[in-house]
Nanobody, 120 residues
Framework: QVQLVESGGGLVQAGGSLILSCAASGSIFMIPGMGWYRQGSGKERELVASINNGGGINYGDSVKGRFTISRDNAKNTVYLQMNDLKSEDTGVYYC??????????????WGQGTLVTVSS
């Protein structure tokens, strides 16, 4: 079992910045994929950004140029730097990881979610 613990959410004014972090603990052999998703009120969960262990990165169209995802493999941690925040960025942000607990056993884990509220 792998547990993900998120931190860094909160209330910020439009145009401001926040950084989210998510640390994994437990039985980890390797983590090929890390990412952030978000869910606004009345909306479906959507991909914000993802990063693989080769450094490949994807961003949702609405955050390109404003958000930056990064990872620290030594700490099993993924970060999301969010700049120029807009009211439409408001929502619960969830960390997601696709991992191997040994050389052949893989699974995925979700964080508990952290609320980001952007006031206009």
């Amino acid at each position: 079992q792998v547990q993900l613990v998120e931190s860094g959410g909160g209330l910020v004014q439009a145009g401001g910045s926040l950084i989210l972090s998510c640390a994994a603990s437990g039985s980890i052999f390797m983590i090929p994929g890390m990412g952030w998703y978000r869910q606004g009120s009345g909306k479906e969960r959507e991909l914000v950004a993802s990063i693989n262990n080769g450094g490949g990165i994807n961003y949702g169209d609405s955050v390109k140029g404003r958000f930056t995802i990064s990872r620290d493999n030594a700490k099993n941690t993924v970060y999301l730097q969010m700049n120029d925040l807009k009211s439409e960025d408001t929502g619960v942000y969830y960390c997601h990881m696709y991992y191997y607990s040994d050389y052949r056993t893989h699974d995925e884990a979700w964080g508990q979610g952290t609320l980001v509220t952007v006031s206009s």
